[in-house]
Structures are given as structure tokens and as C-alpha cells.
T-cell receptor
Framework: KAGVTQTPRYLIKTRGQQVTLSCSPI?????VSWYQQTPGQGLQFLFE???????NKGNFPGRFSGRQFSNSRSEMNVSTLELGDSALYLCASSPTGVSTGELFFGEGSRLTVL | GIQVEQSPPDLILQEGANSTLRCNFS?????LQWFHQNPWGQLINLFYIPSGTKQNGRLSATTVATERYSLLYISSSQTTDSGVYFCAVEGGQGNTPLVFGKGTRLSVIA
């Protein structure tokens, strides 16, 4: 069974640009969560999608958005990039619909903003 | 929201030594997981353990939900055990995201 797949793995952008990251969950998993990891703030929750609906949202500005498609694949978008958006963005999938359940993470997308 | 504290923040071990990592949480939990973050950044599931005890090879974990803590035991440590170990919890209300601790950075030296 394939794991969680995130693309791209590495990317470099400049301030003011936007970026889209993609996450394909484990087959059969309907919940996808996104986390941002930085040295200063640690792992912070961005949002969770279940069956194409945003179920939870973390404390991030509106520049951070996401969506989930009918095949459970998810994308997140960051507009008007700032230097502080440089981070490892991790996607996790979960099989359960009621609560978070056991999460399985992808390898992450490492974003550098110059 | 729920608070998660991990200790110690850093740990250096000689290969072959045993260690205990601790995770304290501030409220009842539905979900507790231990992860190992490898040098490439991926979080690897170690245990899904909201209560009770589990073992997987040289690793074992115990969660005492009534006392709001969990322990991760690593026996006969190897250099490949190096990395950061995270505890993450979901609060008792359910349907809330996992909250991560700040992690324990383990270095195993040969």
C-alpha cells in the first residue's frame, strides 16, 4: 500500500509569489491534515479536510488556504509569500471520519522563501 | 487548548544504552501518538496509544491516561534511533487536530 505522497519535495520561491503544494493520501483515507514545521514554532496545525470539507482550521492568516478533491487528494496554497513562510509543510492522512484517528505523514515539502 | 510537554528536550546516549522519554498532557485525550522524525524530515509512526502499553521490538510505550502522561522506552539504542521524537495528542472533546509537543532530540553515539 502506497504511503502519503507530497509534491514537490523542495522548492524555492521569492517574497510575494504564491505556491501550491499537493498531497495524495493513503488509498481509502478520507481525512487529510496539513502541518507547518519551523525551528521556532515547532509543528503547528494548518487545516484538516474530510470528504472535501474543511473540518478544522488552525491559527494562520488567510494567505494560507487549502482544498480537497473528490479523490481525497488535497492541495494547500500560500499566497503573497513572506520570509517567515519558509518551513517544512507536512501532510498527514487518516482513515477515520469521526476523530483524527491514527495519522500517517508524508515526507513533506520544504519551502524556502528568499 | 490542550498542552503537551515533553522531557527531556535533549538526550545523548551511548550505543546500547536504554532511555525513557516522557510526555505530559493537560487534559483527557482521545488519541495519543508517538512519532520519530528522521533526518529527512518525515514523521514515522511509532505508536498509536491513547491508553495502555504496546511494544514493537526494542521500543515500547505506556500511556496512563488517568494521570495524563505517556512514556516511550527505547532499549539497546542504536545510532539509527537518533532524531527527534514527538508526542502528539488529541483532546478529549474529539474531532480536534493533533497537538504536538516540542519533541525530544535524541543523539546516539557509537
Amino acid at each position: 500500500k502506497a504511503g502519503v505522497t507530497q509534491t514537490p519535495r523542495y522548492l524555492i520561491k521569492t517574497r510575494g509569489q504564491q505556491v501550491t503544494l499537493s498531497c495524495s493520501p493513503i488509498s481509502g483515507h478520507r481525512s487529510v491534515s496539513w502541518y507547518q514545521q519551523t525551528p521556532g514554532q515547532g509543528l503547528q496545525f494548518l487545516f484538516e479536510y474530510f470528504s472535501e470539507t474543511q473540518r478544522n482550521k488552525g491559527n494562520f492568516p488567510g494567505r494560507f488556504s487549502g482544498r480537497q478533491f473528490s479523490n481525497s487528494r488535497s492541495e494547500m496554497n500560500v499566497s503573497t509569500l513572506e520570509l517567515g513562510d519558509s518551513a517544512l509543510y507536512l501532510c498527514a492522512s487518516s482513515p477515520t471520519g469521526v476523530s483524527t484517528g491514527e495519522l500517517f505523514f508524508g515526507e513533506g515539502s520544504r519551502l524556502t522563501v528568499l | 487548548g490542550i498542552q503537551v510537554e515533553q522531557s527531556p528536550p535533549d538526550l545523548i546516549l551511548q550505543e546500547g544504552a536504554n532511555s525513557t522519554l516522557r510526555c505530559n498532557f493537560s487534559d483527557s485525550v482521545n488519541n495519543l501518538q508517538w512519532f520519530h522524525q528522521n533526518p529527512w524530515g518525515q514523521l514515522i509512526n511509532l505508536f498509536y496509544i491513547p491508553s495502555g502499553t504496546k511494544q514493537n521490538g526494542r521500543l515500547s510505550a505506556t500511556t496512563v491516561a488517568t494521570e495524563r502522561y505517556s512514556l516511550l522506552y527505547i532499549s539497546s539504542s542504536q545510532t539509527t534511533d537518533s532524531g527527534v521524537y514527538f508526542c502528539a495528542v488529541e483532546g478529549g472533546q474529539g474531532n480536534t487536530p493533533l497537538v504536538f509537543g516540542k519533541g525530544t532530540r535524541l543523539s546516539v553515539i557509537a
